[in-house]
C-alpha cells in the first residue's frame, strides 16, 4: 500500500483527537480543557477535509460537500468556544473558582 | 520521497509538536500562543488538502478571532493558574487517560487507513448541477444552494450562542456595553494601526465576499475580516461596543437570517420549494443572501469575543 498525502494527514488528524483528548481529561483547568476540546474538533475537521481529498473528482481539488461542512463546523465550534469562555469567565467572576472540581466551589455570591 | 511529500511530512511534524506543546506547556498564555500558532499551520495544512475555502475560514477563525478570546480570558484567569496547577491528576489517572487517548487514536488511525477505495464522492452531482446556480466556486454553491438548510441554521445557531453568552450578564449591567472600558491612547501604536487598517480592511472583506461567488472566499471569511477590524477599533478605544439593548443592533444580528428566511419561504411559491431560487435568479438572489449574512456575521463574531456586558449603558 502507498501511503499518499492525504493518508498521513489523516492520521495526523487521529493524532491530533487523541492528544485534544489526554489534555481535555489531565489538565484541570477550564480554560485549557476548552482548547484540548478545539483539539479534538480540529482534528475531526482534518478527517472531513481528508475524506474531501480523497473525493476529488471532474478538476476539483476535492468533494465540496464536506470542505462546505467543515466550514459551517468551524464556525459552529467558535461559536461554542465563545459561549464556553464566556461560561468559565462568570464562573470565575462569582465563585473565585480556578478549577471545576466541586471541593474548589466557594459559597454563593451575597444577593 | 518527493518534494511534496518531505514537505506535507515536516508540516504533520510541526502541527503535532506544536499541538503537544499546547497540552503539555504549564503556563497558560504559552498554552494560548502556541493554538494560535497551530491555527496559521493547519491553515497551511487545509491548502494542502486542496481545501482553500476552508484554509480561509480557519486561519481568520480557528487562528485569529478564537486566539484573540482565549488570550482575554487567560490574562483574567491568570491569578488562578497556581492554585489550579495543583489539581493536576495523579501518575495513575494521566497513564490511564493516555492508554484512553492512544486507543481512540489508533482508532481512528485504523479507519483512516481503511477508507473505501474509490472513494465516494458527490462531486460530480455538484459537477453537474452548478451551472444552475450560476456560481464558479462549488463549496459556495453547497453552501449556499445545495445545501442551503445547513447554512440556514448555522445562522441560527450564531444568534443562539450569542443571546446564551447575553444571559451570563449580571442583573445591574443588562443593557449594558460588551466587554471592559478600553482607554484611548492616542499616540499608541494600536490606535494608530486601527486608522489606518480598517479602511483596508473593510475594502479586502467586500472583495472576499465578491469573488466568494467564483474562488475562495466568501461570507464567514468577510464577515470575520469585519469582525476583526471593529475589534481593533474597539480595542484601540476608538470607539465603543453598542448597548445591547439597541434595537438597530438587534435587528442587524439577525439581518442575515431573515433575508435567508424570506428568501427561502419564497422560493415556496416561485420556484417549487423552500430555499429554491428562481430560474436566473440563483445568483443574484445568493449574493444578496450572502451580504446581509456578512454584515450579521461580523456584529455577531465581534460581539462573542467581548462576551457579555461589563460597562452600563
Redesign the interface.
Given at each position: 500500500?502507498t501511503v499518499t498525502?492525504?493518508?498521513?494527514?489523516?492520521?495526523?488528524?487521529?493524532?491530533?483527537?487523541?492528544?485534544?483528548?489526554?489534555?481535555l481529561?489531565?489538565?484541570?483547568?477550564p480554560?485549557?480543557k476548552?482548547?484540548?476540546f478545539?483539539?479534538i474538533g480540529?482534528?475531526v475537521?482534518?478527517?472531513f477535509?481528508?475524506?474531501?481529498?480523497?473525493?476529488?473528482?471532474?478538476?476539483?481539488?476535492?468533494?465540496?460537500?464536506p470542505?462546505?461542512?467543515?466550514?459551517?463546523g468551524?464556525?459552529?465550534a467558535?461559536?461554542?468556544?465563545?459561549?464556553a469562555?464566556?461560561?468559565?469567565?462568570?464562573l470565575?467572576e462569582m465563585t473565585?473558582?480556578?478549577?471545576l472540581?466541586p471541593a474548589?466551589v466557594g459559597p454563593p455570591p451575597a444577593q | 520521497m518527493s518534494m511534496?511529500?518531505l514537505f506535507?511530512?515536516s508540516l504533520?511534524a510541526l502541527?503535532?509538536a506544536v499541538?503537544?506543546w499546547?497540552?503539555a506547556v504549564r503556563n497558560?498564555f504559552a498554552?494560548?500562543i502556541g493554538?494560535a500558532t497551530?491555527g496559521l499551520l493547519?491553515a497551511l495544512?487545509?491548502v494542502?488538502?486542496?481545501?482553500v475555502?476552508?484554509a480561509l475560514?480557519?486561519a481568520a477563525?480557528?487562528g485569529g478571532?478564537?486566539s484573540v478570546?482565549?488570550i482575554r480570558?487567560?490574562v483574567?484567569?491568570r491569578p488562578?493558574?497556581s492554585?489550579?496547577?495543583a489539581?493536576?491528576?495523579g501518575r495513575v489517572?494521566?497513564l490511564l487517560?493516555?492508554v484512553?487517548?492512544?486507543s481512540?487514536?489508533?482508532a481512528?488511525?485504523l479507519?483512516?487507513?481503511t477508507?473505501p477505495d474509490p472513494?465516494?464522492?458527490?462531486?460530480?452531482q455538484?459537477?453537474e448541477h452548478i451551472a444552475s446556480t450560476g456560481l464558479g466556486n462549488?463549496?459556495t454553491?453547497?453552501?449556499l444552494s445545495?445545501?442551503a438548510i445547513?447554512?440556514l441554521l448555522?445562522a441560527v445557531?450564531?444568534v443562539f450562542?450569542?443571546v446564551?453568552?447575553w444571559t451570563?450578564t449580571p442583573d445591574d449591567l443588562w443593557r449594558g456595553r460588551p466587554g471592559p472600558r478600553y482607554d484611548l491612547d492616542e499616540n499608541g501604536m494600536l490606535a494608530y494601526l486601527a486608522r489606518l487598517l480598517p479602511p483596508l480592511g473593510i475594502v479586502v472583506a467586500v472583495y472576499v465576499l465578491w469573488v466568494g461567488a467564483d474562488l475562495p472566499g466568501?461570507k464567514?471569511q468577510a464577515g470575520t475580516l469585519l469582525a476583526a477590524m471593529w475589534l481593533l477599533a474597539i480595542m484601540a478605544g476608538l470607539t465603543e461596543a453598542p448597548p445591547i439593548s439597541r434595537r438597530w443592533l438587534r435587528g442587524a444580528l439577525v439581518l442575515g437570517t431573515v433575508a435567508f428566511l424570506v428568501i427561502g419561504f419564497a422560493g415556496v411559491p416561485l420556484a417549487g420549494a423552500f430555499l429554491a431560487y428562481p430560474e436566473g435568479y440563483a445568483k443574484p438572489l445568493i449574493i444578496a443572501i450572502e451580504a446581509a449574512s456578512m454584515l450579521s456575521?461580523a456584529l455577531?463574531?465581534g460581539l462573542?469575543?467581548l462576551?457579555?456586558p461589563e460597562q452600563g449603558p
Open positions: 500500500m498525502a492525504s493518508t498521513l494527514y489523516g492520521l495526523c488528524a487521529a493524532a491530533l483527537v487523541g492528544i485534544g483528548l489526554y489534555g481529561i489531565v489538565n484541570p483547568q480554560l485549557r476548552i482548547l484540548a478545539n483539539l480540529s482534528g475537521f482534518v478527517i477535509g481528508v475524506v474531501a481529498r480523497r473525493g476529488a473528482a471532474l478538476g476539483m481539488g476535492g468533494d465540496p460537500v470542505q462546505a461542512l467543515v466550514i459551517t468551524i464556525v459552529v467558535f461559536s461554542a468556544t465563545a459561549l469562555v464566556a461560561l468559565v469567565l462568570r470565575h473565585g473558582a480556578a478549577t472540581t474548589d | 511534496a511529500l506535507d511530512g504533520i502541527i503535532l499541538a503537544t499546547t497540552i497558560s498554552a494560548v493554538y497551530y493547519l495544512a487545509w494542502r488538502l486542496a481545501a475555502d476552508a475560514t480557519e477563525i480557528g478571532l478564537t478570546l482565549l480570558a487567560v483574567r484567569l488562578t493558574e492554585a489550579a496547577r489539581e493536576t491528576p489517572s494521566r487517560a493516555a484512553l487517548a492512544g481512540v487514536t489508533a481512528l488511525a479507519v483512516v487507513l477508507l472513494a465516494p464522492t458527490l462531486a460530480p455538484v459537477a462549488a463549496v454553491a453547497v453552501l445545495f445545501r445547513d447554512t448555522e445557531v450564531l450562542a450569542l446564551a453568552v451570563l466568501g464567514f456575521i455577531t463574531l462573542l469575543v462576551g457579555p
